[in-house]
């Protein structure tokens, strides 16, 4: 019981520390990214609400994290490994309920005063192979003296525009498409296609991106199931706690803790990058065919799914020599 | 050394050597086999693994760290943190990884970028040579087998072991000399054609040359004479004819030679006035006009004398083409757009002047700029002038103001084709004077960092980066990407040493307990534990990347530089208190 509680303590500081730095760092790419020299606001005005809206995917990989802390804790502790496992399914999966039901949450009154875009600067070059900009003035969405320039055809391909420079003395931006519309001759030039912006600073790398993209694609559509059924949504996040939470049996797989590490953190990864397939309804509906589970409700596939493989881990958990062996194993006692 | 040292050099080169390997082999498999030429392929391979494993080394570094800790070394039980055996215990490591960081230093701020400017330079090597195999083949379609030669012999410098490229410069070059050996009897028959277009044989040729002499028109009597000859050189009536002409003329006071002297003379004069005109197209006829009496005169001491002094004359205000045709074969930045002097947010500054470069080239002899395009505007947005030039050439001049500036001069002069390429006016105009030039209004010592090429700053070298960051406020671009770039190179090194305290910690801590070594595991992890680790770096990098970004965006540089050193200068303390305690508790 003791080891537990001291699990349970140990999650929670770790998941509120984890979900802090998270969505601090992603408040501060939003920031980065969204910075507009000519704003009339000060500059960290819209900072809080945006790590309020960082806090979404925060908090999911915040979870997963802090539970894979946590087990590694439990390995230095005494006790009984299955009380404290029980605690942690159970917190960890009320964490990711949380998790899913906040990604669908508005966050009223805590949106930015503006909504935060790319947005230009004056006096500042922006540039692509194709294309080139330099705003001279900016007054709000209005843009004075603009000057661009277009790559040749032979440069650039098929494109609208003339190649070469081109002076504009009026100009407008707008801050929904994160674009520059000239009106004589009418075309757009978006700014996330150029170089030399803050946006370009904190642009993720795709090892990166690709773990915050199957977070979001592991959230949304658990948020949609959760929506959609609530007893379905209960139980599949509860399968996916499960699952975690057995990683356990990855944590004391050997008796070469740092290798155990490397595979638990190489499983979570692989987790996240999977559970989006499990979590699929065109997946679901090939395997409820596949299955003789015809009667089965879809809704209920994924949780079915994913309990079957954390029942699995559990299995082996009972079949692998106790812990208390493997501690005397490992502490050579 | 002691036996740990040993083991951690030895655990060290391995996991050095494999991540190195692998780097290779992988660089076999990217290879770009449709852009580099198959001639280039080891040289790719072999910077690009260098480049490539200079990137990995962190990962390769903390690998290596964490299986030494944790399956070969140990410090003994018994050192507590108070104890001196702890300061002699950490003393081994310490030394050996700050080592490793100072040479990562210098692998990050110079040796990667250099591989990775070798690794560009292939690729940039192998477009040269496909442009000049395809401009030779054409130039062979066209029939001009003396240019095609010469760009097949460029290729060839590049690409020596390619048969099949020998085999077509053997043949153009043969061709030009068949043609060159067809030419020379057209040179050695001008009077014979002149004589066929005059008369359909030598007797009325002779005959006129006869009617001439009975009417003392001595310069026709020659003419005719010697076109006879031409057509039959046994004309013994000719000859003497010839010879009656030649008299006839020195007694009427000119011979031939004095005719020539005389209009040498006169061609040597309008020369001289040309080249004092000074004005800029006076002077590149006076350059044509010396290059020509050269040519026609080679012992003519005048000429010789100014002909030195008229090629000076039209470099100062044009320069050759050919200059480009010769530097080719030298690196080139594409795609070059920057403000030419401050901006409008400038009080005083109300005209903005932008100017464009398809491509320079860095040549020995100068950079040379191609597709030219400058513009410049008032407040209003109306257009002062709008040029476009095909050529140009950047030029230290003295500058309006007494000091030096460097200028682009758009005036380029073709001597084969005797064409002066000039700037065009698109819209406005500028002084005649200065027409042809442009004053580069800010430090143009390295132009070539303005390529959008270069934009992407992760391959830039740190002295580059520096450079950049001085000169990207001139040239209108934010210097806030460069400033992040650059703490981020300088956070390299000291993350590297944060990995090797934190490595031997956590290698500590979760040693191996087998009896003996797990050799399958051992190698099972030497290939895991890479990929896994490398995420979590990436991850942190970009962490501090964003943290930096920040920083640097709403507290200024000096700011983002003094928090950044903070920061590290924390997690460097705590790394060593982990490793201090880790040890105190083994």
């Known amino acids: 019981m003791k080891t537990g509680l001291a699990v349970a303590l140990y999650y929670l500081g770790a998941f509120l520390a984890l979900v802090l730095l998270i969505s601090g760092v992603h408040g501060m790419a939003l920031w980065s990214r969204f910075y507009d020299q000519a704003a009339a606001a000060p500059p960290f005005a819209d900072l809080l609400p945006l790590i309020m809206r960082g806090i979404r995917p925060a908090l999911v990989l915040g979870a997963v994290a802090a539970a894979l802390l946590s087990l590694f804790r439990l390995l230095r502790l005494g006790g009984s490994p299955p009380v404290a496992l029980s605690f942690l399914w159970v917190l960890l999966a009320a964490s990711l309920l949380v998790a899913v039901a906040a990604v669908e949450l508005p966050l009223q009154g805590r949106e930015p005063a503006v909504q935060p875009a790319r947005a230009p600067a004056a006096g500042v070059l922006l540039r692509s192979p194709q294309v080139a900009l330099y705003v001279g003035r900016r007054e709000g969405t209005q843009l004075r003296d603009v000057l661009l320039w277009r790559a040749s055809a032979a440069q650039a391909g098929n494109r609208n525009g003339a190649a070469g420079f081109s002076v504009h003395p009026r100009a407008s931006y707008d801050p929904v498409k994160e674009a520059i519309q000239f009106s004589t001759p009418a075309e757009t030039v978006t700014l996330s296609k150029l170089q030399g912006g803050p946006w370009n600073i904190v642009e993720p790398p795709p090892l990166v991106s690709g773990m915050l993209n199957d977070v979001r694609r592991t959230a949304v559509p658990l948020a949609g199931l959760a929506r959609a059924d609530r007893l379905a949504g209960v139980f599949t996040v509860a399968a996916l706690a499960l699952i975690i939470v057995m990683s356990w049996v990855i944590v004391r797989l050997t008796r070469w803790p740092l290798f155990n590490a490397i595979l638990a953190i190489g499983w979570l990864r692989l987790l996240l990058y999977l559970l989006p397939l499990a979590l699929d309804q065109t997946m679901l509906q090939a395997l409820g065919r596949l299955l003789p589970l015809a009667d089965f409700p879809l809704s209920y596939l994924s949780a079915l799914l994913l309990a079957a493989v954390g029942l699995l881990l559990l299995v082996i958990n009972v079949v692998m020599p106790s812990f208390s062996h493997w501690k005397r194993e490992v502490n050579g006692g | ?586």
Do not use: C
Not at chain 2, 347 to 359: G, K, L, M, T
């Open chain 2, 1 to 586: 050394m002691d036996r740990q040292g040993r083991a951690a050099v030895i655990v060290l080169a391995i996991v050095y050597l494999v991540a190195f390997g692998a780097m290779l082999i992988y660089s076999m498999f990217m290879f770009p086999g449709r852009i580099v030429l198959p001639v280039l392929r080891t040289g790719w391979i072999l910077w690009n693994g260098v480049a490539l494993f200079i990137e990995v080394l962190p990962t390769a570094h903390l690998s290596a760290v964490l299986l030494l800790y944790s399956l070969f070394a140990g410090f003994g039980p018994g050192v507590r943190l108070a104890d001196r055996a702890l300061v002699r215990a950490l003393k081994g490591p310490l030394v050996l990884f700050t080592v490793i960081t100072m040479l990562f230093a210098v692998a990050v701020g110079i040796i990667q970028p250099y591989a990775a400017a070798r690794r560009d330079s292939y690729v940039y090597q192998s477009e040269f040579a496909r442009a000049l195999l395809s401009q030779a083949q054409q130039f062979e379609r066209a029939g001009e087998y003396e240019r095609a030669a010469v760009d097949y012999a460029l290729y060839l410098n590049i690409d020596a072991e390619n048969t099949e490229v020998r085999a077509q410069l053997d043949e153009a070059r043969a061709m030009a000399d068949a043609r060159e050996i067809e030419a020379q009897p057209d040179r050695d028959t001008v009077f014979l054609r002149a004589a066929r277009r005059e008369a359909p044989d030598a007797t009325q040729l002779v005959n006129r040359a006869a009617a001439a002499i009975g009417e003392q028109d001595f310069f026709t009597a020659h003419y005719y004479a010697r076109l006879a000859l031409a057509l039959d050189s046994g004309r013994e009536e000719a000859r003497r004819i010839l010879a009656n002409a030649n008299e006839g003329m020195r007694a009427f006071g000119q011979t031939l030679q004095e005719a020539a002297q005389q209009e040498r003379y006169e061609r040597k004069r309008h020369a001289y006035w040309l080249l004092s005109d000074e004005q800029g197209q006076s002077l590149i006829q006076a350059y044509y006009a010396f290059a020509d009496l050269r040519a026609d005169y080679p012992d003519d001491r005048d000429i010789e004398l100014y002909y030195p002094l008229a090629l000076e004359a039209i470099q100062r205000v044009s320069f050759f083409l050919h200059e480009i045709e010769r530097a080719e074969a030298f690196p080139a930045r594409h795609n070059l757009t920057f403000r030419n002097g401050p901006g409008a947010e400038e009080p005083a500054n109300a005209v903005q002047e932008f100017v464009h470069i398809d491509r320079m080239i860095l040549a020995s002899g100068g950079r040379y700029a191609l597709g030219i395009e400058a513009v410049q505007y008032g407040a209003d947005g109306e257009i002062i002038y709008h040029l476009r030039a095909d050529y140009g050439k950047i030029e230290q001049r003295d500058s309006q103001d007494g000091g030096t500036s460097s200028f682009l001069n758009m005036r380029a002069v073709d001597r084969q084709q005797r064409t002066v390429s000039e700037p065009h006016y698109l819209s406005g105009a500028r002084d005649e004077s200065v027409a042809h030039v442009l004053e580069i209004r800010s430090p143009v010592s390295r132009l070539e960092l303005l390529a959008a090429a270069d934009n992407g700053l992760s391959s830039a070298a740190v002295p580059d980066l520096l450079q950049k960051a001085r000169i990207y406020p001139d040239f209108g671009f934010a210097v806030e990407p460069v400033h992040v770039e650059l703490g981020m190179r300088f956070l390299l090194p000291f993350s590297l040493l944060i990995f090797s305290l934190f490595g031997i910690a956590l290698g500590i801590r979760w040693r191996s307990h087998y009896l003996g070594r797990a050799p399958l595991l051992g190698v099972l992890a030497l290939f895991t534990l890479p990929f896994v680790l490398h995420q979590l770096i990436v991850l942190y990098f970009y962490v501090f990347r964003v943290l930096l970004a920040f920083l640097v965006l709403s507290l200024g540089s000096v700011g983002a530089a003094a928090a950044l050193l903070a920061v590290q200068a924390l997690l460097l303390a705590w790394a060593l208190f982990s490793v201090a305690a880790r040890m105190s508790a083994t």
